[in-house]
């Protein structure tokens, strides 16, 4: 790299500014390699030596390209700052182009929250200054932009005069960046207008030069936009690949804002498919990220998602209760398109629940806000419902007026205006049939009302006979009712004292899931220590009979701590779930932890471990001894340089699968637990192998595999969760852990989950 050369040559003649350039240089080089780590480390350099030397243009440099990576990864803040404090050198030195640079970048950070206001006065900045200093480089981004603020309004028309003139500048200048940008953009707007064959076309446009430039972030953008033509032309296959294909890369480079948007996008494809567990998972994704990164747009957008499968399910207090904190979210973001689309979700919601009253007012007030944004999809949603709901309060004129609105709204050719009319007079007919029906119905309740009145006088002559003998059953009655009340208040003191009891078991276990999640190897030191690694841990209950173990090199007293020293993993699976489980994996965890300090073998590991929950149990090593223990993969790394790791396994019950060079190698266990009816002297076998980067190996417990589910309700497998390990092995770390959760989600089903799950995949 040209970058180092300049960098070696700037140090060996102690030209600082040459060095404070190229250490900003080499950032460049990360930051379009997707490394932003390494290039917020290199821009750090650049930025402390250009201060030592007090050069105001370098200083502005490094401050201004710093403000721009926090922008990419929605670290606002520290954008907005570094960026300002760029703009102040900037304007000492009459750096307009730095502050282009920095207005255009300050814009962004509006446009993607959404503020189009804002981010448009920005942008009317830099490009006042681009036009000045006759940059067209820079007056091309600044026009594609303010396009993509107008294409976000829904002003389409504008958007497009905009973008296509950006375009024109960029081809001019070969900026294929640009380009590829602005074919996205347009791409967007043919989505938008459904317009999927030129909306492809435009999308597979933008492609081309992403993909030859290695940008990353467009291809994400770009892989998303696919898969929402594709499920819009109801091809959920090819859409579930180019979302999933988004999702990898987005994840791979940090970029939350699109895989933020897959998750809830893959959740409505299942939603539709009818995986309603699998589609929960996808949208509380997605809404997870969208809150980490404070966009209140998707996350509004999600809490709609979230409610309205809350509602299909039936879970209707925790419909409304995400439905109306969605609202506020929305309102408060000014997303006026989610908020309406809430409001009808609302008033879907009370329909279901007969709460008639509720239901017509969001109703209304939702298609206040489709008139008044014009929004054609709300509208016709929102129509449709009024018209339920006007039903259903038995005003039928009004029902039919807004099922009438709901089929204007839907028919947009001529052939569809007849076929309206046509509706209105079916509509009219059916009004009319119902008015008649109604009278019909009035009709027979007078009938029956004045034959009621007639058997009304022939009750009272038999009333005064009977009397005597009401009396007389009268105080037996009152007898009877005195006990069984007391029975009853009796009853219901039970029932209060069987839920207090219900209720501290359920806070003690609470509790107990803090106390035990507490013991676990933080996620903090997990990325230190296995960054590329996936933990995945389902309990099956609150607590968890399954745990996860992470032993790292330790320093003992008067000692150094050794460079390179082994790292001990294990996956354990405790005798039972649930408490008894939790207790024994409490116990389990932390003889394992003592007995990692003192002893370098897993086999050495396993042999105390079983000695020492064998002395905790007070078990024999006869029959008669309680066969509480558990079984276990226990792994020890050692990193002999920077390509190589030298891994040993022991195992009890537990085989370990591994990938080398591809090829599939299973390692059987000592057929022996810890503990239970295993001797107290019983000695592990212990494997040891050299694993190259890229090879990857996985600890599990047996809930995976034992999980019922599938078309015909029967066990995963091993097999089959060796074939789906072979399947995913060569993905990214965090793909195999997405497509492992999804399978088993998928495979699952509405059934029960039987077993804790464990899986851990470490990748050397």
Known sequence: ??????????????????????????????????????????????????????????????????????????????????????????????????????????????????????????????????????????????????????????????????????????????????????????????????????????????????????????????????????????????????????????????????????????????????????????????????????????????????????????????????????????????NKATEGAILTSLADLYLKQKDYAKAQKYAEESLAIANQINLASNKKSVSESLYKIYEKLGDYRKAFQYHVMYKDVSDSSRREEVAKKLVQQQMQMEFNEKKAVSDIEQAKKDAIKETELHKQQIYTIISIVGLLLMLVLAVFIFRSQRKQKLANIQLEKQ??????????????????????????????????????????????????????????????????????????????????????????????????????????????MLRKLNYRIKVALKQSDDSKSTRDGLDIALSSIKYISETQAEVKFAMANRPVYIFKNSEFIELKPTKHAIGGYTARKQEFEQHEIVLNKGDVFYLCTDGYADQFGGERNKKFTTPRFKELLKSIHHLTIEQQKIELEEKILSWKGENEQLDDILVIGILI
């Open 1 to 334: 790299m040209l970058a180092d050369e300049a960098l070696k040559l700037s140090k060996s003649i102690n030209y600082f500014k040459g060095t404070s350039d190229a250490y900003h240089k080499i950032g460049m080089y990360y930051y379009y390699n997707d490394n932003y780590d390494s290039t917020l480390y290199f821009y750090n350099k650049s930025l402390a030596l250009a201060k030592q030397i007090n050069n105001k243009q370098l200083i502005a440099q490094a401050l201004s390209w710093t403000g721009a990576l926090y922008r990419i990864q929605n670290e606002f803040e520290k954008a907005e700052a570094h960026l300002n404090e760029a703009m102040k050198y900037a304007n000492e030195i009459n750096d307009n182009t730095r502050l282009v640079y920095c207005y255009r970048n300050l814009g962004e950070i509006e446009r993607v929250q959404q503020n189009g206001e804002k981010a448009i006065a920005y942008f009317d900045k830099a490009e006042k200054i681009a036009e000045k200093i006759k940059d067209k480089n820079q007056q091309a981004y600044i026009l594609g932009a303010i396009g993509e603020v107008y294409r976000q309004q829904s002003d389409f028309a504008l958007a497009l005069k905009y973008l296509n003139k950006s375009v024109d500048i960029a081809k001019e200048l070969n900026n294929k960046s640009l380009v590829s940008n602005n074919y996205y953009s347009i791409g967007e707007i043919y989505l938008s207008n459904s317009d999927f064959n030129k909306a492809l076309d435009y999308l597979e446009m933008a492609l081309k030069p992403a993909k030859e430039l290695n940008d990353n972030i467009r291809i994400a953008d770009v892989y998303a936009s696919i898969g929402d033509v594709y499920k819009n032309q109801g091809d959920g296959q090819k859409a579930e690949e180019y979302y999933k294909n988004a999702l990898a890369i987005s994840t791979q480079i940090s970029y939350m804002y699109t895989k933020s948007y897959c998750y809830s996008a893959l959740g409505e494809l299942k939603q539709g498919e009818q995986q309603y567990d699998l589609a929960m998972e996808y949208f509380n994704r997605s809404l997870g990220i969208a809150k980490s990164i404070n966009d209140n747009w998707r996350t509004a957008d999600c809490m709609n998602m979230i409610g309205d499968l809350h509602t299909i399910r039936l879970n209707y207090a925790k419909a409304e209760e995400t439905l109306l904190e969605g609202l506020s979210i929305a309102r408060f973001a000014e």
């Open 495 to 604: 029932k209060q004292l069987i839920e207090h009891q219900k209720q501290e078991i359920t806070d003690s276990i609470n509790y107990s899931k803090r106390i035990q999640t507490a013991i676990l190897p933080h996620d903090d030191q997990i990325e230190k220590y296995l960054p590329q690694s996936f933990f995945l841990y389902k309990p099956k209950d609150i607590v968890s009979g399954d745990f996860y173990f992470l032993g790292v090199p330790r320093k003992k007293k008067g000692e150094e701590i050794q460079a390179g020293g082994p790292i001990v993993v294990a996956a354990a699976d405790c005798t039972g779930h649930g408490v008894p489980g939790a207790l024994m994996s409490v116990i389990s965890y932390q003889n394992l932890n003592e007995v990692s300090r003192n002893y370098s073998e897993p086999k050495d």
